[in-house]
């Protein structure tokens, strides 16, 4: 899932430019093969497979092609789940501050001398929440009251 999607999707570019250029060299191999003056059944041999080859090297620039929309299909992939990870961290940590905060202010009330107010136990259970290291695709499985 992790990797640096400019990188791969600079892969994908270069298989594109590598089909291309393919394609080319087919074409460039048929060109030459249907340009010589040469005649007889040795000539037609050589066109016929040079048009073969030429097929065949048209079929590998589509794999080319196939190769590079993969790549840019995990790249979008690995671009939403890191936005997804990034989203769940800022919301898992923003519930956590509050949590504390409400916690904090119960402690205040708490030494006032004022017990009436219990804790709350989602509260209690944020406070003592630790979270995965920043960006770890850990967060898309964090599990509390709140997080979808």
Request: glycine share 4%.
């Amino acid at each position: 899932m992790y990797g640096d999607t400019t990188v791969i999707r600079r892969l994908a570019t270069d298989l594109r430019h590598q089909a291309t250029d393919i394609r080319v060299e087919a074409d460039r191999l048929v060109g030459h093969a249907e340009a010589t003056r040469w005649t007889g059944l040795a000539a037609d041999a050589l066109r016929r497979r040079s048009r073969e080859r030429a097929a065949d090297l048209r079929r590998s620039a589509s794999l080319h092609d196939d190769a590079a929309d993969a790549l840019d299909r995990h790249a979008a992939e690995v671009d939403r789940l890191k936005e997804l990870i990034a989203a769940i961290e800022r919301r898992v940590l923003a519930m956590v501050a509050a949590a504390r905060e409400r916690l904090a202010s119960l402690a205040g009330l708490l030494l006032d001398g004022i017990r009436a107010i219990a804790p709350d136990p989602v509260d209690e259970l944020l406070d003592r929440f630790v979270p995965p290291p920043h960006g770890s695709k850990a967060w898309l499985d964090v599990d509390l009251p709140g997080v979808a």
